[in-house]
């Protein structure tokens, strides 16, 4: 499968790179370098170092018996095994492939460690029926040093080892773009870093060398864990080394691991250079001149790009075009540019905040052409959809004073992409029942940042309703987008609707479950743990839930 390098100066609108400050006040001239924000910080992101695609899983079912299948960790319990369940056939884990890639966060080399997985979703889940097949990612970013140490450089074979990752960020795609994956992993990593808070879960790698009957291979393990040391720390203590690979576990050929684990990377990653001949060359040409400095041969790939699916319809070709634009003084084409990028609205979650960002830019190249009430109206829209930016907040309070915000500056039933199915979006909508159902169905397809807003605006429809349902929804979306407080808040509305006969009994495992990860998230462990016994004596019982609530209430 080809790979595309978004060299993240690739990234530098959607991070907030390029995006130019407002003039002050009382300053007649401001230098240009002033304008532009540092992009000293901003990921660049190689192309595949190294792939592992072949192992056999081995799990020591209850009865007694070792199971093992291709690419994937059987459950412990046999009779889920032997379930004719499209769900339970994937087993307790599963991998396509493992794949190694470069980045490089401030001047040091990291590693992003990419685990693609089959997963999917059923229609009506609560049948277990009608299953729809799907592909997932999972990503944890490390330091090199630290991925590279899974191996120890003196390792002993029939020994066990383990290496935290202690990563830096992570997240889990479920019907993820290949195309964009680079850029959607580098704006996270921004994010982390610009907003220096940290992530949630992390990754350990158990490994050991055997040499046994003539063969030499290795046994591995990924443990995805909570990032507090409470989880993690046991893993860690010697005392249980032995223990690591009691149950199941991963064996591939030792060769292949290594070349997994000591791959031959680690190279400063080159910008895009030749004659392109594909709208992909083109796209990448155009961000690698725009990087330079060469405005104008950027505007001219940048256009090439724009004639071909995907980058005729992807906001970000005509948002980078913008600034360049901007840069050579071509203010009238570049505003025409940005009202493009924004009408583009994308369908990936994982670019609302960079969608976002380009509003604000907007409202800068507003602000710098006399525009100041079209300025404020464009950095009020952005903080009202949930921009989370120092400078859009600074732009607001320095300059907006006596503006009065009567109304968003994106017209939200004008054109968007394609891939959105609802082009005017939850907020043009008025039918309370098809907002709630297009809420669930993106929810189950793993798209939280958008159920969220259709959840919004079912409340909104119907604020007198004791909707069970919408505020269990709403919850959940929140704890997904890791907004814990706010989860609580939603699922005490739950639970409170509940008490008044208006719940679904058999949705009350979920319910306490979530509340229950809402409060462990937020330190109150005490009632995170009467949480999850209330969950178990609701019904709650697939193994990794249970496994986990065990752990956390021992």
């Not at 404020?376 to 503006?403: M, S």
């Amino acid at each position: 499968m080809k790979q595309y390098i978004f060299l993240l100066f690739g990234l530098l609108i959607a991070a907030g790179g390029f995006a130019q400050y407002p003039v002050q006040p009382g300053r007649i001239e401001q230098n240009s370098a002033d304008l532009t924000r540092s992009m000293a910080d901003l990921p660049m992101i190689s192309e595949t170092r190294s792939l592992l695609e072949l192992a056999t899983g081995w799990t020591l079912q209850d009865n007694g018996e070792w199971l093992s299948k291709e690419n994937s960790i059987p459950w412990k319990d046999q009779s889920l095994n032997k379930s004719s369940k499209p769900s339970y056939k994937l087993g307790k884990e599963n991998f396509i492939n493992l794949e190694v890639r470069d980045v490089l966060v401030n001047n040091e080399m990291f590693v992003v460690f990419i685990m693609r997985f089959k997963t999917g979703w059923y229609e009506f889940p609560m049948l277990m029926e009608d299953w729809h097949k799907q592909i997932g990612v999972t990503y944890f970013v490390c330091k090199l040093s630290k991925f590279q140490n899974v191996i120890p450089e003196k390792m002993e074979f029939n020994k066990f080892y383990i290496q935290n990752l202690d990563a830096l960020c992570d997240n889990t795609i479920i019907g993820f773009d290949e195309r964009y994956l680079n850029s959607t992993i580098a704006y996270n990593i921004h994010e982390i870093l610009t907003l220096k808070t940290i992530t949630p879960h992390n990754l350990l790698i158990a490994f050991s060398g055997v040499q046994a009957g003539g063969q030499t291979t290795a046994r591995f393990r990924l443990i995805q864990v909570m990032n507090k040391e409470k989880f993690y720390g046991p893993y860690l203590d010697a005392k249980n080394r032995d223990k690591l690979f009691k149950g199941s576990y991963y064996e591939c050929d030792f060769g292949s691991f290594r070349s997994l684990i000591n791959y031959s990377g680690g190279s400063y990653i080159q910008a895009f250079t030749g004659v392109p001949k594909s709208s992909d060359e083109y796209y990448k040409r155009g961000l690698s001149d725009y990087a330079s400095g060469n405005y104008i041969q950027a505007i001219s790939n940048l256009t090439e790009a724009s004639k071909y699916p995907p980058y005729s319809t992807f906001f970000l070709t005509y948002a980078y075009r913008a600034n360049a634009r901007q840069k050579v003084g071509d203010n009238a084409a570049a505003m025409m540019d940005f009202d493009k990028a924004i009408s583009l609205k994308p369908a990936e979650q994982n670019y609302y905040s960079a969608w976002l960002t380009v509003i604000y830019n907007r409202g800068v190249a507003r602000f710098n052409n006399k525009d100041r009430d079209g300025a404020c109206a464009d950095w009020n829209t952005a903080l009202q959809f949930g921009l989370k930016d120092v400078a859009n907040d600074q732009a607001i309070k320095d300059h907006c004073r006596g503006y009065r915000f009567t109304g968003p500056s994106v017209v939200m039933t004008q054109s968007v992409s394609t891939n959105f199915t609802e082009a005017g979006g939850p907020e043009s909508m008025t039918d309370y029942y098809k907002v709630y159902w297009e809420g669930v169905w993106k929810y189950e397809h793993g798209n939280f940042q958008e159920a969220l807003r259709y959840f919004n605006r079912a409340i909104e429809l119907r604020p007198q309703d004791k909707a069970f349902m919408v505020y269990y929804y709403r919850g959940s979306c929140k704890l997904k987008l890791s907004d814990f407080g706010g989860a609580l808040t939603d699922l005490d509305m739950s639970l409170a609707f509940n008490a008044s006969n208006q719940g679904d009994a058999s949705m009350m495992k979920s319910v306490y479950y979530n509340h229950g990860m809402a409060n462990y998230m937020l330190g109150n462990y005490a009632m995170a743990c009467s949480d999850f016994q209330k969950a178990k004596s609701a019904g709650m019982n697939t193994p990794e839930s249970v496994d986990f609530m065990n752990q956390v209430c021992k």
